[in-house]
């Protein structure tokens, strides 16, 4: 049976650690790995928007030798005559060693995996969960803090429909001591399964609503985009797409090593000004991007030792 990544929690804290040790080894060393998947394939299925994840799946892909092939809409794949999720899957096991995979729908990318027999990546399945950016976030934050416990995360912005935000609580759910702080207005809240997870594992959050309130508390802030193409209707995203606007005033009220992570893409939550500041690293957080799926590629397709 092929080992797929569904959700960040089917692997363990120790093959994270193995995975992050490898990537940071591929950082410093990537001709080493230029080679190790000669002559392998990633097929990349994206039925949903994306610049960056797909392009760095293809990137790391590309940059350990192998090659890639794939759609990157919907509608220019067989979906748009109306095949079925694991019909496409079956067929993509034949022309590719490894699949990576963007659907609209929650649970999309679980059906894929069923039906396969090559190793499936969910590349995020509707506000569902979003495994490959977690991996990215968390490399980042342990490269660049050092350390994947201990500190405050104000998590901004979208909690409801953002599925990076699902995965990342759930991974940082397994470190120790993690408080969360979620900034939202009251309609974009973390969903009610994620606050109940955390009650049952005795783990700490405060929901807030005012960004500045916090600001001084935190050591990450995680912005996130409104997710507009998950509402049900235009007013409401209207109303509430500018709610949080991350400035160089409220900047100045956070601790000089905070770090800003966004997922990107970045709308207008995070002010550009932002960007010159050493503490705006999610720029740097998507070259990691790339990294830390070079080194998942290696270890799904058994090829990490
Ligand atoms: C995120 C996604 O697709 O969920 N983008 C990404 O993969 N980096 C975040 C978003 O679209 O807001």
């Given at each position: 049976m092929p080992r797929h990544l569904m959700n960040p929690l089917d692997f363990s804290v120790e093959e994270l650690d193995r995975l992050f040790s490898l990537a940071a080894n591929i950082e410093k060393e990537p001709e080493r790995y230029a080679?190790?998947?000669?002559g392998k394939k990633l097929a990349t299925c994206f039925y949903e928007p994306s610049t960056r994840t797909r392009l760095s799946f293809e990137a790391a892909m590309l940059n350990l030798g192998g090659n890639v092939l794939g759609f990157s809409d919907a509608g220019s794949s067989s979906a748009a005559k109306g095949e079925s999720v694991s019909d496409t899957i079956r067929v993509i096991s034949c022309y590719a060693d490894i699949c990576a995979i963007r659907h609209p729908k929650e649970g999309a990318a679980y059906v894929a995996a069923s039906k396969s027999s090559i190793p499936v990546i969910n590349a995020g399945d509707g506000g569902h969960q979003h495994p490959t950016q977690t991996l990215t976030d968390l490399l980042t934050i342990k490269s660049l803090k050092?350390?994947?416990?201990n500190f405050t995360i104000g998590m901004c912005g979208?909690?409801?429909?953002?599925r990076t935000v699902h995965s990342l609580i759930n991974a940082l759910s397994r470190y120790s001591g993690i408080k969360f702080i979620f900034i939202s207005p009251v309609e974009l809240k973390v969903p009610d399964y994620i606050t109940e997870m955390l009650k049952d594992k005795g783990i700490t959050y405060e929901e807030v609503e005012k960004l500045e309130d916090v600001m001084p508390d935190l050591d990450i802030l995680y912005m996130t985009r409104v997710q507009r193409e998950r509402f049900f209707n235009e007013e409401d995203y209207v109303r509430l797409k500018n709610f949080y606007i991350l400035t160089k005033e409220k900047m100045e009220?956070?601790?000089?090593d905070m770090l800003v992570l966004h997922p990107l893409p970045r709308v207008n939550e995070i002010s550009v000004e932002v960007d010159d500041d050493p503490r705006a690293v999610y720029f740097k957080q998507a070259q990691y991007g790339v990294y830390v799926r070079m080194a998942l590629i290696m270890t799904l397709l058994g090829l990490a030792d």
């Open positions: 080679h190790i998947c000669d050092g350390d994947l416990n979208d909690l409801k429909f953002g009220l956070a601790k000089p």
